[in-house]
């Protein structure tokens, strides 16, 4: 088992390293701020806290022994999940710490009125990030909306599912209602019973 | 387009988006692909396809009235030269246009009458798509028909059912409002606050994310959700920053620092040539452009921020973003922030900072555009 408190020194050093030579001087800086990382721990075999600096705050995970990130290129896109929802990760390389993936919290940090306040900050998202979140909406599948606009796909359709009445020349009966936002659609749908497949009533 | 546009009176009333596209052949498989891309971007799983399908099916062609202010047309140019026809222009042949002096055949009255007759016929059911923004200084800025804009849009707004600004001249006022602001250009929600408004920026917005929003009411006859600069959420509520491939450079401090040092080769991030990515909020870095082939960032460009209200005056496209943390600091101070702010971990940043630390930039001027290393 690796010892956890080392790898969150050895991020705060590289990035202590970062702030100093390639950050300095820039116009983006919080100056209230200074690199920090907090509550890292285990979890799933992977290394996992928030690491709060001047420019950034954000979740990071090193890899477990059996993951292989090497192939993937920095900027390469994963989700992960938690009990509170999906995360998107980026992976990176940072000198004197290796391959890592980082979901951004926040970034610019120019919110944070001094270091205790971006603490607060980061030990709040950690304490829900373990929460199972109630009535949360799934995040955008970016690779599927890119494979999509790109015409490599036309998703996950059953499209036998529903061969309709491509050939029926009587379209559906028109429905007039005094809502006008309602007439647009002869029965207008709730995203919760859309959600929940209530479509009996529909069809 | 096609000829519908040219029609004085809209689409009858018996007449739905399904039975219309059905005769314009389009095929199954090319709606149900819209379906799907629609539904990924309404973070709606594929599950839900069918059901989107289905309601869009039986949705009667919505009456579309759109009017150009003070633009460009860049907005209109990019809908219609939309890569896949059979993605974007499929919504948009599945409306009854009734009106858009661009693209319409009729002229002079009979493009007026167009208007009117829709107006007429659709009262309280249409939807107003507006571009560019309104002169309010001097009305005689910008006239159509002779009717000033102002008017225009307070007449044509009275019987919509929703506005959707397309573009940020409409949405925010755009570059006619950009200092010294000589026609005293307005945005939609500047003069309308009776009416829904659905703010679709960008310059020009990506047209997917139009016909995203024209599909959601279609759907669920509701507004998609909005942030509090009344743009749908679904496309503007990540930062390109937090979505851009080259945020890990970002993270650690590699930057281009010209556009052909080895930096720029090698991909790094472009924050200090002027990338906006940090304080703007799009889908470009999701949905791309050109058929999904890259976007501004990826073929070695700075973010603009074009669908931030001010891009114009925020300083210069190509000078490293500067937020003036105290100026921010002290207001979070005031609003009580440590207990507030706190409370709003991820995904509910404080956005009204960054706008108002953009506000403080210093203007652009000529020789900015003309940087000079």
Known sequence: ?203 | MKKHITEAEPIGDDDTLGAALRRQGVSRRSFLKFCAATASMMALPPSMVPAIAKALERAKRPSVIWLSFQECTGCTESLTRAHTATVESLIFDSISLDYHHTLQAAAGHAAEEAREAAMRENFGKYLLVIDGSIPVGNPGYSTIAGISNLDMLLETAKGAAAIIPVGTCAAYGGIPQADPNPTGAASVADLITDKPIINVPGCPPIPVVITGVLTHFLTFGTLPELDQLGRPKAFYGQSIHDRCYRRPFYDKGQFAETFDDEGARKGWCLYKLGCKGPTSYNACATTKWNGGTSFPIESGHPCLGCSEPKFWDGGSFYKALSIPTTEVARDALYAGAAAIAVGSALGMKNRASSKQAKAEHQKVSVDDLNKED
């Not at chain 1, 929802?85 to 944070?112: K, T, W």
């Open chain 1, 1 to 203: 088992m690796r010892d956890v408190q080392r790898v969150a020194a050895s991020l705060e050093r590289a990035f202590e390293r970062i702030h100093q030579e390639q950050m300095r001087d820039i116009p983006i800086l919080n100056p209230l701020l200074r690199v920090q990382a907090l509550g890292f721990q285990e979890y799933q075999g992977r290394v996992l806290g928030v690491l709060i600096t001047p420019w950034l705050m954000n979740l990071v995970m090193l890899p477990a022994e059996a993951d292989n990130w090497d192939e993937m290129r920095l900027g390469d896109k994963q989700s992960y999940n938690f009990p509170s929802g999906d995360y998107r990760f980026l992976l990176n390389e940072i000198d004197g710490v290796g391959r890592c993936q980082a979901h951004s919290l926040y970034s610019p940090m120019h919110e944070f009125i001094n270091q205790d306040h971006a603490i607060a900050a980061a030990q709040s998202f950690l304490d829900r990030l373990m929460v199972e979140a109630v009535d949360e909406t799934d995040p955008v599948d970016e690779e599927l909306l890119g494979r999509i606009m790109r015409g490599e796909e036309s998703s996950e359709v059953e499209m036998d599912g529903f061969a309709v009445s491509g050939s029926s020349k009587t379209p559906a009966p028109p429905v007039r209602g005094a809502n006008p936002v309602a007439s647009q659609v002869d029965s207008v749908m709730s995203r919760r019973d859309l959600l929940r497949g209530n479509f009996s009533s529909n069809s």
